[in-house]
């Protein structure tokens, strides 16, 4: 548990001595510097990668080379609390997520969160779900990438549940490709130990980009339930 309070204590407080850099983003933003994008990428990743190497876990990235050159959507599983720190360290691009909206009340984090395009979305609100929907194709639209986490919530047992057809509609209104992604082990590493941070190893799993147009009409009119398939199958083939 000592491990675990003080991986939590030292990542807020990064938040706080990070905070100078985030007032430069503030007046690169203001004057509409067009390095401004790339700048913050660097710098999150960076910051990510400390933050994930502090977890002592072996991280393994297969299909690096999957990730286009033009934006995307990246449609993600979601095992735990340690995702975003995967992601923003392994992704090699700039990227925003669509988030639960009980981050944005996160002092600090809820800055730089926004600063790298996050929205924010509510549950429980259909009508601010909508809302945030089309922020998202916005900002697709614009040239952005964006991660979903289509189960809606963290898996509770690290398995796969349901995608949500909803979220779909940002790759399906903006007209981007999707990017399938698989991550594996985090779950072990923190919520499936009862919340108690343990080193293991983390797998994600980059999959080739979806083109909607370029599937099957079947598929293409499912397409939750067909990029599901394409995440979990690297789960599946570990339980053989």
Same mark, same amino acid.
């Given at each position: 548990? =000592?491990?675990?309070?003080?991986?939590?204590?030292?990542?807020?407080?990064? #938040?706080?001595?990070?905070?100078? !850099?985030?007032?430069?983003?503030?007046?690169?933003?203001?004057?509409?510097?067009?390095?401004?994008? $790339?700048? +913050?990428?660097?710098?999150?990743?960076?910051?990510?990668?400390?933050?994930?190497?502090?977890?002592?876990?072996?991280?393994?990235?297969?299909?690096?080379?999957? !990730?286009?050159?033009?934006?995307?959507?990246?449609?993600?599983?979601?095992?735990?609390?340690? *995702?975003?720190?995967?992601? #923003?360290?392994?992704?090699?691009?700039?990227?925003?997520?669509?988030?639960? !909206?009980?981050?944005?009340?996160?002092? =600090?984090?809820?800055?730089?969160?926004?600063?790298?395009?996050?929205?924010?979305?509510?549950?429980?609100?259909?009508?601010?779900?909508?809302?945030?929907?089309?922020?998202?194709?916005?900002?697709?639209?614009?040239?952005?990438? #964006?991660?979903?986490?289509?189960?809606?919530?963290? /898996?509770?047992?690290?398995?796969?549940?349901?995608?949500?057809?909803?979220?779909?509609? =940002?790759?399906?209104? /903006?007209?981007?490709?999707?990017?399938?992604?698989?991550?594996?082990?985090?779950?072990?590493?923190?919520?499936?130990? *009862?919340?108690?941070?343990? /080193?293991?190893?983390? $797998? =994600? $799993? +980059?999959?080739?980009?979806?083109?909607?147009?370029?599937?099957?009409?079947?598929?293409?009119?499912?397409?939750?339930?067909?990029?599901?398939?394409?995440?979990?199958?690297?789960?599946?083939?570990?339980?053989?």
């Amino acid at each position: 548990m =000592l491990r675990t309070i003080v991986f939590f204590i030292k990542l807020a407080l990064s #938040l706080i001595m990070i905070m100078p !850099i985030f007032s430069k983003v503030k007046k690169m933003k203001q004057k509409n510097d067009p390095n401004t994008d $790339y700048f +913050i990428f660097d710098f999150v990743k960076g910051w990510a990668e400390k933050r994930l190497k502090a977890t002592k876990s072996r991280v393994h990235v297969i299909g690096i080379e999957n !990730i286009p050159d033009e934006n995307v959507l990246f449609v993600s599983n979601h095992q735990s609390n340690l *995702d975003f720190l995967l992601l #923003l360290a392994k992704i090699n691009k700039p990227i925003g997520f669509v988030a639960k !909206i009980e981050l944005e009340k996160i002092p =600090l984090l809820r800055d730089w969160m926004r600063a790298i395009n996050c929205v924010f979305i509510d549950r429980n609100d259909m009508r601010q779900q909508v809302k945030t929907i089309v922020e998202g194709i916005k900002l697709l639209k614009e040239g952005k990438s #964006l991660v979903i986490f289509p189960e809606g919530t963290r /898996s509770k047992n690290g398995n796969i549940m349901d995608f949500k057809a909803g979220s779909f509609k =940002l790759a399906t209104k /903006s007209k981007v490709p999707i990017v399938p992604l698989t991550i594996d082990g985090t779950f072990k590493s923190f919520e499936g130990n *009862d919340n108690k941070l343990i /080193s293991n190893d983390f $797998y =994600l $799993y +980059i999959h080739k980009p979806v083109y909607i147009d370029k599937i099957p009409k079947e598929d293409a009119e499912n397409i939750n339930n067909y990029v599901r398939d394409i995440i979990k199958k690297p789960l599946e083939e570990k339980t053989k």
